[in-house]
C-alpha cells in the first residue's frame, strides 16, 4: 500500500507492505536509524518518536497506521549541525553512556518540554518512564531535562528580546 | 559531587565531554545495525525447547527447499572443535565445552540449528521446517540436583577439556586457605554465620547481542560486532571457524551496553560461517526474548559465611564456601567462583584465619558468564550481612567494628597472592585507601547517629538504615595487557589508537584525556581510534575493571614516550637542552621563553631535518590491581502489612583513586547502584520446573525505570593511586556489590529480620516477618 506522511518536516511517499512496523519504516527505509529496537515489545523505549507531537513507541505502531500523519524522529530534532538544547544538555550533563537508549529519552524529552517547559523532578520521571537505561540509573538524565528546560528557556528569552 | 576538586591537573579530573557525545545524541549511525550492506542475509537460530535431550535425527531439507533460504547450519555441516565462548585472555581459564552446535542440548535455548535467508521472515519460516527427533533426558535444575550422587550426568563428551570433573557436573573447585580457620575459630570469643541465595539475573544491556559479517575486498572476514573483547573475539573465531587469525578483522562501533554480556563470543561464529559460505553479509542480532532464554546471566550462588572474632572486636577467623550455577556451560565458572572470595576476603585483612572453598556447577539451566561485580556481588551479601550480625553479637557499632577490621593503606592480605582470576594471585601492598573517609562522609550524609536503631513508623512502615563497604579490583595483574599507539600530525593534534572497548562507559574520552593531560594539548586535539583489530594495537578488552588502571597506564606510557619525542624535536629547533624544555598551551617552551608550537614540531619532524613520524607504542602489564574501596548507605521504609521495601535513599562514597572524569566517574557508580538496587528488590529470571525462562521480557522481568530511583547521592572521596594512570584506578563495578547487603541491613534495622535470598520481594520481607513473630 502506499502512505504519504511527513517525518522530521520532509514529505515523504512510499510503497509498504501492510504489516510493516513504522520502526522499520524509519530505519529500513528512511534510512534514520537514529531511532533504536531494544525489545520490540514496547518496553524500553529505545524506538520512541513523535507522532503528530505525540511520544510513541514505533516499534508497536506499524507503518499504515500513520498514512497522513507527522512523524518527528531524533534526526529531526536538531537543525543543521547545531545541537537542540535538549542534545546539548545531554552531552553536558553526562547523560549519555553508551547512547543506545538515549534518542529515545531525547524524543520523549523533546514531547515532554514541549507541553510543560519547566518541570519538576516527579513530572520529568513520570514522563520518561517508558523509556529505559541501564548505564545512568537516571540521575544524569533528570539533571538534563532540567537543564534543558533552562536552556530552552533562556534561548526563548533571547529570541523574545531580539523582537 | 566531588570531595576535594583536584587541581594537581590540566586535562584529567576535568569533565571532559563525551568524544562520541555528538553523534549519539543526534542519532548518527554508529552502532552495529545502523549501517546497511547490499544482499546481507538474515540469521536466526532454532532453539532447544528441551532442557537435556539428545538429537537423534534432524532433517533440514524443507527449510533449504523454501525459496529465499541460502543455508542452514546444524552440528552435521559445521566445524566440530570444543571451545569456550567466555572472551578471556588466552589460554582461557573457562573449559572447551562448547560446540557450535552438538547432538547433544543442554538448556533450553541452546541452540539446535540456525537458518540465514534473504529476510528474517523467511528464516523464521525456515526454523518452523526443521524436523527434530530427540531423546529427552532427565534434567538437572539446581545445584543440590547437580551434586547429588547419581546425577545425570550434562558434560559427558571425551572431547571436552578443563572441566574439574565432568563426571559429578563440577565445573571448577576452588580451595585455598590462609592461617589455620578451625584453630581461628576455636580461639574466637564470638561466632557467627550467614548463608544466602541469589537469583538468576541479566544483563540487560538496551542493544542486544549483534554482529554483522561481511568479506572485504580482499575476502577477508570482518566481523563489526557489539563486543566488549574484540581482539578475544579474532582468536577465538578463528579458532572455531580453523581460520588463520589474519584472515580475521573484528570492528567494534559503539555499542549499547555491555555489564560482561558481551564479553562473550556468542554469535560471531554463526554470522562468520554464513559469510565464508555464501560469501555473502550476515546480520544476527538476538531479540529481547534470545537475551534473556539464550545469552548469558549472573551466576546464581549459594554463599555461607562464618566469621569469629574476638570479644574486643577483631575479626579472627573467617570461612567463606560457594556454590555456583553456571548453567549448561562452563563459561567463567572458576573465575566467578574464585572472584567471590578473592574480591570480598582481603577487605577483612585482620582476620589471620581465612579458608575460602567451593565448587561451580553445571545444571541444564540458562548459561551464566560474566556480570558486573562478578562473584564479588554475590559474596558481600553473606559477608557484610554477617559483619552487622557480628557486631550486634559484640555490641560494636557496625561502623566501629567495619573500621577495626577493614584493610588499610600500607597493608596488604595473604588472599592476594594465593587467588587470582582462577590460578594463584600477586601479592601486592594496598597504597591508596580512602574507605575510613568514605565512611565517615556516608555515615554523616545518612545520619547514622541520629537514625540507627530507632525504628520510626509512620503507619505500617518503619524506617531502617543500613550500610555495607566493599572493594574491587582495577584489572587482572600479571594476565591483562594493554597497549596504546600515538602519533602525531602536522598541525599538533595526536591520533590515539587503543584496543580498549569503550561499550558507553566513556573510556575513549578518559583516554584521551590523559593523552592531552601528558602532551599538553586540549582534549579535541586527541583523535581517539579504538576497539578495531586490524588498526589498533592489542587490548584485552573491557572486563576486570581494567580499562582506566591498565590501558590507562599503556595510554600514558605511549604519550610520555611521545613527549620525549616532541622534546627533542624541538630542543633541536630551539638550540636548547631538552631537559630544560616544557610543553604548555601547546608549545614547547624554553627557560628563556622562546618557544616553537607543537605543529611546528611535527612539520620540522615530518618535512625538513631528520624526518621522522614522532609516534610511540607502548604496553601495561599490570603488576598488582589496586582495589577501590566503596562505602553504601541506605535508608529504607518497610511496609510490615505488605512487606514492600521502599528505598528512601541511597548515598555511596567511594574511594576511586584520581577520577580522571568525575562526572563519568559518577555516571559509573550510578549505573551499577541503579542496577543494583534492581538486584536487590526486583529483579529476577523466573524458571519453569522443566527449566524454561518464564519472564522473558522487560514487562515481566523488572529493571528499574527512572520513577523506581530513590534519591541517592554519590561522592568521590579524595584519593590518589600511585601505581595508577595520574593517580587513577577503577570505579565500573564495584557499585553493584553495594544494594544487596546494604539494603538487608537497613532491613533489620527496621524490623528486625535478615533476608537471606535476593530478590528482596514483598512475598518474602512476609514470610521473614511471619517467622519471626
Known amino acids: 500500500m502506499q502512505i ?38 514496547g518496553e524500553c523505549g529505545a524506538c520512541t518518536v513523535l507522532l503528530d507531537g505525540q511520544a510513541v513507541n514505533s516499534c508497536l505502531i506499524l507503518a499504515a497506521q500513520v498514512d497522513g500523519k507527522e ?27 553508551c547512547g543506545f537508549c538515549t534518542p529515545g ?59 | 559531587m566531588k570531595d576535594v576538586q583536584n587541581t594537581r591537573f590540566t586535562a584529567v579530573g576535568k569533565n571532559a565531554r563525551k568524544i562520541d557525545g555528538y553523534g549519539l545524541v543526534t542519532g548518527k549511525p554508529m552502532f552495529v545495525t545502523d549501517i546497511d550492506l547490499p544482499r546481507t542475509l538474515h540469521v536466526k537460530i532454532l532453539p532447544s525447547p528441551h532442557a537435556h535431550a539428545r538429537i537423534l535425527e534432524i532433517d533440514t531439507s524443507k527449510a533449504e527447499a523454501i525459496a529465499g533460504v541460502a543455508c542452514v547450519l546444524t552440528h552435521k555441516n559445521t566445524p566440530s572443535r570444543r571451545y569456550t565462548t567466555a572472551g578471556q585472555g ?4 573457562s573449559p572447551y565445552d562448547s560446540r557450535m552446535f552438538d547432538d547433544k542440548v543442554r538448556f533450553v535455548g541452546d541452540r539446535v540449528a540456525a537458518v540465514a535467508a534473504e529476510t528474517e521472515a523467511i528464516a523464521l519460516e525456515a526454523l518452523k521446517a526443521i524436523a527434530v527427533r530427540y531423546e529427552v533426558l532427565p534434567p538437572v535444575l539446581s545445584i543440590d540436583e547437580a551434586l547429588c550422587p547419581g546425577a545425570p550426568v550434562i558434560h559427558e563428551e571425551e572431547d571436552a577439556t578443563g572441566i574439574y570433573d565432568a563426571s559429578r557436573n563440577i565445573v571448577a573447585d576452588v580451595d585455598i586457605d590462609a592461617g589455620d580457620v578451625v584453630r581461628g575459630f576455636a580461639e574466637s570469643d564470638v561466632i557467627v554465620e550467614m548463608t544466602c541465595e541469589t537469583q538468576y539475573a541479566q544483563h540487560t544491556p538496551i542493544e542486544p547481542h549483534v554482529v554483522l559479517s561481511y568479506l572485504d575486498e580482499n575476502r577477508r572476514l570482518v566481523l563489526r560486532s557489539s563486543t566488549q573483547v574484540p581482539f578475544h573475539v579474532r582468536r577465538i573465531i578463528a579458532y572455531v571457524l580453523d581460520l588463520p587469525i589474519h584472515q580475521i578483522r573484528v570492528i567494534k562501533p559503539r555499542i549499547g551496553g555491555g555489564f560482561g554480556a558481551k564479553q562473550e563470543v556468542l554469535i560471531e561464529d554463526l554470522a562468520g560461517l554464513v559469510t565464508l559460505r555464501t560469501g555473502r553479509p550476515a546480520l544476527l542480532e538476538l531479540t529481547r526474548h534470545e537475551e534473556f532464554v539464550s545469552s548469558r546471566v549472573r551466576h546464581p550462588m549459594r554463599v555461607r559465611v562464618k566469621l569469629g572474632a574476638k570479644n574486643d572486636g577483631t575479626l579472627h577467623a573467617i570461612e567463606m564456601e560457594a556454590i555456583s550455577n553456571t548453567g549448561a556451560y562452563g563459561s567463567h565458572g572458576l573465575t566467578v567462583l574464585s572472584n567471590t572470595g578473592s574480591k570480598t576476603l582481603p577487605l577483612y585483612n585482620k582476620a589471620e584465619n581465612v579458608h575460602f572453598f567451593g565448587k561451580a556447577v553445571y545444571t541444564n539451566l540458562p548459561v551464566a558468564g560474566a556480570y558486573r561485580g562478578y562473584g564479588a556481588t554475590q559474596g558481600y551479601f553473606p559477608l557484610e550481612m554477617a559483619i552487622d550480625e557480628l557486631a550486634e553479637r559484640l555490641n560494636i557499632d557496625p561502623l566501629e567494628l567495619r573500621r577495626k577490621n577493614h584493610i588499610r593503606c600500607g597493608e596488604t592480605s595473604p588472599i592476594f597472592e594465593k587467588l587470582g582470576e582462577g590460578r594463584e594471585g600477586v601479592a601486592f601492598t594496598v597504597k591508596s585507601c580512602e574507605l575510613p573517609r568514605a565512611i565517615e562522609i556516608g555515615a554523616e550524609k545518612i545520619g547514622w547517629v541520629e537514625k540507627r536503631g530507632k525504628r520510626t513508623r509512620e503507619g505500617a512502615w518503619v524506617h531502617g538504615i543500613g550500610m555495607s563497604i566493599h572493594m574491587q579490583g582495577s584489572g587482572i595483574p600479571r594476565i591483562d595487557m594493554a597497549a596504546a599507539t600515538i602519533k602525531m600530525n602536522e598541525d599538533g593534534s595526536f591520533n590515539l589508537l587503543v584496543g580498549a572497548t569503550d561499550l558507553g ?45 591498565v590501558s590507562g597506564t599503556a595510554v600514558e606510557r605511549a604519550a610520555k614516550e611521545v613527549r620525549e619525542q616532541v622534546l627533542s624535536v624541538a630542543a633541536k629547533m630551539l638550540g636548547a637542552e631538552q631537559a630544560n624544555l616544557t610543553i604548555s598551551d601547546e608549545r614547547v617552551v624554553a627557560p628563556e621563553g622562546e618557544n616553537v608550537t607543537l605543529a611546528e614540531v611535527c612539520q620540522y619532524a615530518m618535512y625538513q631535518v631528520d624526518q621522522f613520524q614522532i609516534g610511540a607504542t607502548s604496553s601495561c602489564v599490570p603488576e598488582e590491581s589496586p582495589p577501590p574501596f566503596m562505602a553504601s548507605f541506605a535508608e529504607v521504609a518497610v511496609d510490615t502489612e505488605t512487606g514492600v521495601i521502599k528505598v528512601l535513599k541511597y548515598i555511596v562514597a567511594i574511594d576511586c583513586g584520581t ?40 514487562f515481566d522481568y523488572k529493571i528499574l525505570g527512572s520513577l523506581d530511583m530513590p534519591p541517592f547521592e554519590v561522592i568521590l572521596v579524595d584519593s590518589y593511586e600511585p601505581t595508577g594512570p595520574m593517580g587513577a584506578k577503577s570505579v565500573a563495578e564495584i557499585g553493584i556489590n553495594g544494594p544487596i547487603p546494604t539494603i538487608a541491613n537497613a ?11 535476593t530478590p528482596f520481594t514483598p512475598e518474602k520481607v512476609l514470610a521473614a516477618l511471619r517467622d519471626r513473630s
Not at chain 2, 588466552?90 to 581459564?93: A, C, D, K, T
Open chain 2, 659 to 698: 577520577a580522571l572524569n568525575p562526572q563519568m566517574a559518577e555516571g559509573q557508580v550510578e549505573g551499577s547502584i541503579a542496577n543494583g538496587i534492581g538486584y536487590a528488590l526486583t529483579e529476577e529470571m523466573r524458571i519453569s520446573s522443566k527449566g524454561r525462562v518464564r519472564n522473558p521480557t522487560l
Open chain 2, 90 to 93: 588466552y589460554p582461557e581459564p
Open chain 1, 105 to 163: 529519552f531525547i524524543v520523549s524529552t523533546y514531547a515532554l518540554l514541549k507541553s510543560n517547559p519547566a518541570p519538576s523532578d516527579q513530572e520529568i520521571t513520570s514522563a520518561l518512564t517508558g523509556n529505559l537505561c541501564r548505564c545512568t540509573g537516571y540521575v544524569k538524565i533528570v539533571d538534563a531535562v532540567h537543564h534543558a528546560a533552562k536552556l530552552m528557556h533562556q534561548k526563548e528569552g533571547r529570541s523574545r528580546r531580539a523582537l
Open chain 2, 747 to 757: 532491613v533489620y534495622d527496621a524490623v528486625g529480620v535478615r533476608l537471606t535470598k
Open chain 1, 4 to 41: 504519504r506522511i511527513i517525518v522530521n518536516g520532509r514529505p515523504v511517499e512510499r510503497e509498504i507492505e501492510a504489516d510493516m512496523r513504522l520502526l522499520d519504516l524509519l530505519r529500513d527505509g528512511l534510512h534514520l536509524t537514529g531511532t533504536k529496537e531494544g525489545c520490540g515489545e
Open chain 2, 505 to 549: 562507559t566513556g573510556s575513549d574520552t578518559i583516554l584521551g584525556q590523559i593523552t592531552a593531560e601528558v602532551l599538553g594539548v586540549p582534549s579535541e586535539k586527541v583523535l581517539v581510534i579504538s576497539s578495531d583489530t586490524d588498526i589498533t594495537p592489542f587490548d584485552t578488552g573491557a572486563y576486570a575493571s581494567s580499562t582506566t588502571y
Open chain 1, 71 to 97: 512523524i518527528l524522529t531524533v534526526e529531526g530534532i536538531s537543525k543543521g549541525n547545531t545541537l537542540h538544547p535538549i542534545q546539548q544538555a545531554f552531552v553536558e550533563e553526562g547523560a549519555v553512556q
